[in-house]
């Protein structure tokens, strides 16, 4: 039985416009930037050099997928002296989740699990 969202998690719900939407998605579909995501995710926070370190791409490469998971809006990033560090944005991510559930489970029979 699907519920209606309360007033509350409705206020504290990003709201994805559809470009937005579509960027999001476009980011997660190619493998090498969902397994840096994952990497980024693991760790909480870190490094860009530790991530180039992991995942056997030219530093360029990786650079080029951070800047497009970024511009996507899924890892924030900050310096630290020479580092660049990321993490994973969890509203973005939350937010994404729950259109894509809005979208496409909207006659989808809940399960219940034990």
């Known amino acids: 039985m699907h519920t209606d969202p309360t007033d509350s998690e409705m206020r504290n719900r990003m709201a994805l416009d559809e470009t937005r939407f579509y960027a ?26 530790a991530i180039s370190a992991d995942i056997p791409v030219a530093q360029p490469t990786i650079s080029h997928h951070l800047k497009e998971l970024a ?8 310096r630290e002296g020479t580092f660049t560090l990321c993490q ?10 729950q259109e894509l559930r809005d979208r496409l489970c909207m006659n989808c029979a809940e399960t219940q699990t034990p």
Request: include cysteine; hydrophobic fraction near 45%; aromatic fraction near 4%.
């Open 24 to 49: 999001i998605a476009k980011a997660l579909a190619d493998p090498r930037r969902l397994q840096i995501l994952e990497r980024i995710a693991l760790q909480g926070e870190c490094c860009c050099s």
């Open 88 to 97: 994973v944005d969890a509203q973005t991510l939350n937010a994404y989740w």
């Open 71 to 78: 511009n996507a809006g899924l890892i924030r990033q900050r």
